[in-house]
């Protein structure tokens, strides 16, 4: 599997992105999860998807602001970022792994999949 992450860009504070991560191979049975890092900071966890699309998680400093969703016909996953703020700037990866009986995933460690990211920069 191969992931493609597309749809960085530069926004103003109080703006909205949306992400798009194409997978090269079926991902239907694949969890599905974003992360970012920051300039001099580790990567963190962002949101994860269960396969189905009908479990959700994410990170509090998203929460309320950015929306996860799939669309397994197509092999794609989004990440609609609402109410930007600098903070929020980072390089984002999506990432995927094969375990279909899993519905939260937030380690890096729990991925095998990674996609090459995409920048975000919100100015202030």
């Known amino acids: 599997v191969q992931l493609q992450a597309s749809g960085g860009g530069l926004v103003q504070a109080g703006g909205s992105l949306r992400l798009s991560c194409a997978a090269s191979?079926?991902?239907?049975?694949?969890?599905m999860g974003w992360f970012r890092q920051a300039p001099g900071k580790e990567r963190e966890f962002v949101a994860s998807?269960?396969?189905?699309?009908?479990?959700?998680f994410y990170a509090d400093s998203v929460k309320g602001r950015f929306t996860i969703s799939r669309d397994n016909a197509k092999n794609m996953v989004y990440l609609q970022m609402n109410s930007l703020k600098p903070e929020d700037t980072a390089v984002y990866y999506c990432?995927?792994?094969?375990?279909?009986?899993?519905?939260?995933?937030?380690?890096?460690?729990?991925?095998?999949?990674w996609g090459q990211g995409t920048q975000v920069t919100v100015s202030s």
């Open positions: 990432a995927a792994v094969n375990r279909p009986w899993e519905r939260l995933l937030f380690r890096e460690q729990d991925y095998g999949y």
């Open positions: 191979g079926r991902t239907s049975s694949y969890v």
């Open positions: 998807i269960s396969w189905s699309g009908s479990s959700t």
